[in-house]
């Protein structure tokens, strides 16, 4: 139990376009949605959370306005990267928590990587 | 910023034990100690956690010191499959509290032939 999946696992796209990434809780409500970046031999790190049905929680230096977060139902929460530059190839991981529903146990997807040209 | 300080990469033959150490001295009372690994181009894979007691199940055990300050991982048998990065994280009781999952830099545990 408690699968995350992330849609697409790969994706390269040309700067300037947008880009939007899937993180879906196959077997779970997830109430709470967080997603990281991990650049190149670097550790994960933190850029929002988001509740279902609210607006996200951006970390500190995050810009909300390039990384829109949508999180509109209990088992799915997009991540868009709008006007994409290179800079923005990363590796991409959400993770889900049911939270008050069950426990705040936080589920890893597989990642998704971005490659902007 | 992360609770825990580990060492930056380790070393370890093939079949043997692989001991990763985690130092957490501001843990708080509440707060259990979280083990995830991350192999290449992977999420990051939940291993084990414990509170106080030492832990085991089928991937590694878990020891933690009577001061709950210092932890260690053991991979009683180290395969190939197992060279990974390592994350050690100290976070409040998630049956009961919500709290983010900040990673530090982890060890990276490099298996060798």
């Known amino acids: 139990g408690a699968v995350v999946s992330q849609h697409p696992s790969w994706v390269i796209c040309k700067s300037g376009t947008s880009v939007k990434i899937e993180c879906r809780s196959l077997d779970f409500q997830a109430t709470t949605m967080f997603w990281y970046r991990q650049f190149p031999k670097q550790s994960l790190m933190l850029m929002a959370t988001s509740n279902e049905g609210s607006k996200a929680t951006y970390e500190q230096g995050v810009e909300k306005d390039k990384f829109l977060i949508n999180h509109a139902s209990l088992t799915l929460s997009t991540l868009t990267v709008t006007s994409a530059h290179p800079e923005d190839s990363s590796f991409y991981i959400c993770?889900?928590?049911?939270?008050?529903?069950?426990?705040?146990?936080?589920?890893f997807g597989p990642g998704t990587r971005l490659t902007v040209t | 910023d992360a609770k825990t300080t580990q060492p930056p990469s380790m070393d370890c033959a093939e079949g043997r034990a692989a001991n990763l150490p985690c130092n957490h001295s501001?843990?708080?009372?509440?707060?259990?100690v979280y083990w995830y690994r991350q192999i290449h181009s992977q999420g990051p894979q939940y291993i084990i956690h414990?509170?106080?007691n030492n832990e085991t199940n089928e991937m590694a055990s878990l020891i933690i010191t009577e001061d709950r300050k210092s932890s260690t991982l053991i991979l009683p048998h180290a395969t190939l499959r197992d060279t990974a990065v390592y994350y050690c994280i100290v976070r409040v009781d998630p049956k009961t509290s919500y709290d983010k999952v900040i990673f530090g830099p982890g060890t990276s545990l490099s298996v060798i032939p």
């Open positions: 993770s889900a928590s049911p939270g008050p529903i069950s426990s705040y146990e936080q589920y």
């Open positions: 501001t843990i708080s009372g509440n707060e259990y």
């Open positions: 414990g509170l106080k």
